[in-house]
């Protein structure tokens, strides 16, 4: 049965998270930009920090046997790549408003022809260690469906990428989160 989301606890054990927020720093940081706009309104649209990780990383096989599992379940969809999971950091007032990860192919991008299919989020962060900063997402029928089962450290959520979410402020405290995209040639 099609869900708009669906969420796993404690996927990924908290020493684990922790070792990944630990190594982040060993990547470049980026200003995160928004897929669909050329200049990021920094104040309106997102305005984290985000860092990739390398395809080779040793987290990768376990989130694509996941994704595997849950597709084949629930959604179906025809995947074929993962891109570089995107690390992210969420200070005091950083928010990311509501979008959808999905974007048309590009022809001459790290992955021509392909789209965005299953979105993937990992919370690398204690709930008690920032405040707002929650995960919202938004039904086929435009509603916010509450998102249960997305709180604590290594909980996973993952929706179609063409559902609308977004991630509230931050209002104390850091929140640190792991995204991956699951791609395909686009539906037909
Ligand atoms: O930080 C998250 O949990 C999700 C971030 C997000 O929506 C995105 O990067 O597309």
Same mark, same amino acid.
């Given at each position: 049965?099609?869900?708009?989301?669906?969420?796993?606890?404690?996927? *990924?054990? /908290?020493?684990?998270?922790?070792?990944?927020?630990?190594?982040?720093?060993?990547?470049?940081?980026?200003?995160?930009?928004?897929?669909?706009?050329?200049?990021?309104?920094?104040?309106?649209?997102?305005?984290? @920090?985000?860092?990739?990780?390398?395809?080779?990383?040793?987290?990768?096989?376990?989130?694509?046997?996941?994704?595997?599992? *849950?597709? !084949?379940?629930?959604?179906?969809?025809?995947?074929?790549?993962?891109?570089?999971?995107?690390?992210?950091?969420?200070?005091?007032?950083?928010?990311? %408003?509501?979008?959808?990860?999905?974007?048309?192919?590009?022809?001459?991008?790290?992955?021509?022809?392909?789209?965005? !299919?299953?979105?993937?989020?990992?919370?690398?962060?204690?709930?008690?260690?920032?405040? &707002?900063?929650?995960?919202?997402?938004?039904?086929?029928? &435009?509603?916010?469906?509450?998102?249960?089962?997305? @709180?604590? !450290? &290594?909980?996973?959520?993952?929706?179609?990428?063409?559902?609308?979410?977004?991630?509230?402020?931050? /209002?104390? &405290? /850091?929140?640190?989160?792991?995204?991956?995209?699951?791609?395909? %040639?686009?539906?037909?």
């Amino acid at each position: 049965m099609y869900k708009t989301y669906l969420t796993l606890p404690e996927v *990924v054990p /908290t020493k684990l998270c922790d070792t990944m927020v630990e190594e982040s720093s060993t990547y470049d940081d980026h200003l995160a930009g928004v897929m669909w706009k050329k200049e990021v309104d920094l104040k309106k649209d997102r305005n984290s @920090k985000i860092r990739f990780y390398p395809i080779d990383h040793w987290i990768v096989p376990k989130l694509c046997e996941i994704a595997a599992e *849950v597709n !084949k379940e629930y959604y179906g969809f025809d995947i074929s790549n993962l891109q570089c999971p995107q690390f992210t950091e969420y200070k005091k007032g950083q928010h990311y %408003q509501w979008h959808r990860d999905i974007y048309p192919p590009e022809p001459d991008g790290p992955y021509p022809g392909l789209i965005r !299919k299953l979105s993937m989020c990992i919370q690398l962060s204690n709930f008690e260690d920032y405040k &707002g900063g929650i995960l919202q997402v938004k039904n086929m029928d &435009g509603k916010i469906e509450p998102v249960e089962g997305f @709180k604590n !450290k &290594g909980d996973m959520i993952m929706f179609p990428s063409f559902n609308l979410h977004r991630i509230k402020a931050v /209002t104390e &405290g /850091t929140r640190h989160s792991l995204v991956c995209w699951f791609m395909g %040639q686009p539906f037909r």
